[in-house]
């Protein structure tokens, strides 16, 4: 099993607000380091951040009202 990078998993933390990042945030994270999407989560899980804003509504941005 791979070990998540501390490099990436710490730039996360530093982007957290309140321990939540943005969709958004995590798809331009992913873009900028060169990475997958799915290396971002498994940083953003042993970061223990959760993701926020979701941009297919999994994650709180279309909730029902």
Known sequence: M?????ELK??????AKNG???C???H???ESAGVSLRVIGKAVEAAGIKISDCQLGCFGK????
Do not use: S
Request: proline share 0%.
């Open 28 to 30: 331009q994270l992913a």
């Open 20 to 22: 939540k990042l943005t």
């Open 62 to 65: 279309y909730k029902e009202r």
């Open 24 to 26: 958004a945030e995590a």
């Open 2 to 6: 791979k070990t998540v990078n501390e």
């Open 10 to 15: 710490n730039k996360l933390i530093d982007l």
